[in-house]
């Protein structure tokens, strides 16, 4: 699969003044951030500080109020979420969202849907270009499934995948979407230490991939292991970025919000 | 051959077959009822892209048979030859859904069934007013199926015709189902915002099969209109659209051979009891036993009596 190319350093995505109202309700408010191509990044927060509006907004689930969004230099605040998707960048849900009763291959090759482009036609008469493209589909999402180990259970239907497969397998399907940034809700949610532990190598793997990774999390000892840098939220303000120890140390993040100590 | 393959044999050539036997005998209404089934399965696999693949409920689907047996009519009525006939009725079709598609697809579940109920109505009632286009409640005669010089008539040929039809429905659904477009109707129905965020351009493949589903109703109700040779608002009514749903919830939803089981039960059963409690007091009972049957399956087969199987890859570690 096509990854990326470009080392550190150069500017992937850059946030301005992003805001977003509801109503009188400022969920974000003027926030900016810039991410290098081949960072990790977490963002965390206490509970709604506008960590999934944020978000929601870089991916055109919500369009912004104010403020701008550039993706490898372009404009994309706004754009509906398929563009945005094409444009590269891909997400996972906080409450996993899977195509439930489609097999885990089938899921992954729904990923690979901006990137193909067989219609009606093809299909309907069978034409090489169907089987060309079918097989193209079929061979890059078995190499995610074996990529995140869900191989061998690429027949199982999504909704029968263990807790802990089904948050791989929607980074498996996000990965399908050849994004130059991946965007994580919370993806050690509900996860036991040793399965935290393989996520974590997991998005190792993906940054090395030369896929940037945007964060949330909320288990503070997964942030400090993996993250390049930091960014704190808190009602829907930026209070602080940097590198993780020095944000833990930063007295307005303390008085905000502690976190949660890892068990 | 396997015991399963032999039994598909058997039945194909007993569709094939048998109604050719049947002749001008005892049993030869059981032709025109299959005829009837067949247009039901075409109808069926036609909503099943709406409903089957995306999940959106429709509940006026028989507008659109009805907009093509009204356009078989009114080409008829102007001597329009058959090659014409068929790609303007089906354009016709597919233009009003899609025009329905473009202004109502944002809704979602109850509101978009509600809406979808609704225009099927208006359909019937536009029909029935629209004297000078239609004929209004008086109908209209329809001439048989014509080809250049060659007529079809008779309850046989319109019977192979329509089985014809349905072959070719099986074939086109099972191959699109089974292709990138498939795929993302069924994410769509399985999670419209995570296909959204998967990179799917949602309205888009929501309007796409939405139009699909009026192909196949316009060519069904053409079949229907030269068949019979006579065409009514009467025979596209709301409870026609219900039938057509209820096939689907009965077979399974997304699953054609469900939808085909579905149609020939919902379909057939109603035309079979008619000829067998004709005369009984019971024959006013029998979509009694109909609500019955649904409100069983419903209960403990929620899924239907034949689901779709998700297709099995073959999975091997060196995959590329």
Not at chain 2, 128 to 141: A, Q, V
Not at chain 2, 150 to 166: E, K, P
Request: with cysteine; hydrophobic share 50%.
């Amino acid at each position: 699969m096509k990854t990326a190319g470009g080392g550190k350093g150069a500017p992937l995505l850059e946030v301005r003044q992003l805001s977003q109202h509801f109503g009188g309700l400022k969920a974000l408010d003027g926030v900016d951030l810039d991410l290098s191509q081949g960072e990790i990044v977490s963002v965390i927060g206490p509970n709604g500080a506008g960590k999934t509006t944020f978000f929601n907004v870089m991916t055109g689930v919500y369009p912004g109020t104010e403020g701008a969004i550039l993706f490898n230099g372009e404009a994309v605040r706004g754009l509906p979420s398929h563009e945005v998707i094409r444009r590269g960048i891909a997400r996972t849900f906080q409450n996993i969202r899977l195509f439930s009763n489609m097999t885990a291959l089938e899921n992954v090759m729904v990923g690979r849907h901006c990137r193909t482009r067989n219609g009606l036609l093809a299909p309907l008469l069978r034409l090489p270009a169907y089987y060309e493209e079918e097989r193209r589909i079929e061979a890059a999402a078995k190499d995610l499934l074996g990529f995140v180990g869900l191989l061998s259970f690429g027949n199982h239907l999504a909704k029968n995948l263990p807790y802990g497969d089904q948050r791989r397998l929607e980074i498996a399907r996000a990965l399908a979407t050849e994004p130059k940034l991946i965007i994580l809700d919370e993806p050690t949610a509900g996860m036991n230490p040793a399965e935290c532990e393989r996520l974590v190598e997991l998005i190792r793997r993906i940054r090395d991939r030369g896929v940037t990774v945007l964060l949330i999390e909320h288990q503070m000892r997964v942030v400090m292991g993996i993250s390049d840098r930091v960014v704190v939220l808190d009602y829907g303000v930026k209070i602080a970025e940097g590198k993780p120890l020095e944000v833990t140390k930063n007295p307005r993040v303390i008085e905000a919000y502690l976190g949660k100590e890892c068990d | 051959m396997t015991p399963v393959s032999a039994a598909k044999w058997a039945g194909l050539a007993a569709i094939l077959v048998v109604p050719a036997l049947l002749g001008s005998g005892n049993y030869a209404y059981l032709v025109q009822a299959g005829g009837m089934i067949g247009l039901y399965m075409i109808l069926a696999l036609g909503l099943n892209f709406t409903m089957g693949y995306v999940g959106l409920f429709d509940l006026g689907y028989i507008a659109f048979f009805a907009a093509g047996a009204y356009g078989a009519a009114i080409c008829g009525a102007y001597n329009v030859p058959l090659l014409i006939e068929l790609p303007l009725t089906v354009a016709f079709a597919v233009l009003l859904r899609l025009g329905l598609g473009v202004s109502i697809l944002r809704l979602r579940g109850d509101y978009l069934a509600i809406v979808t109920m609704g225009f099927g109505e208006i359909t019937r009632l536009v029909i029935n007013n629209l004297d000078s286009i239609t004929n209004g409640p008086k109908g209209m005669e329809v001439p048989p199926l014509q080809l250049f010089s060659w007529t079809l008539s008779g309850n046989l040929g319109y019977y192979y015709l329509i089985a014809a039809c349905v072959a070719l429905g099986v074939i086109g659904s099972r191959r699109l189902e089974d292709s990138r477009v498939g795929r993302a109707w069924v994410a769509i129905r399985e999670d419209e915002t995570a296909a959204r965020l998967s990179g799917i351009s949602v309205n888009e493949h929501k309007l796409l099969a939405f139009t699909i589903s009026a192909g196949f109703a316009a060519v069904a109700g053409m079949i229907f209109a030269h068949w019979i040779q006579f065409v009514t608002p009467e025979s596209f009514v709301f409870w026609e659209s219900i039938l057509i749903v209820s096939m689907i919830v009965l077979g399974g939803m997304g699953s054609i051979y469900g939808v085909l089981l579905g149609a020939l039960i919902l379909g057939g059963v109603p035309q079979i009891l008619q000829v067998f409690l004709a005369g009984s007091k019971w024959i006013d009972y029998r979509y009694f036993f109909f609500g019955v049957v649904l409100v069983v399956v419903v209960l403990f087969r929620p899924e239907g009596l034949w689901p779709h199987k998700r297709r099995q890859a073959e999975l091997h570690e060196e995959a590329a």
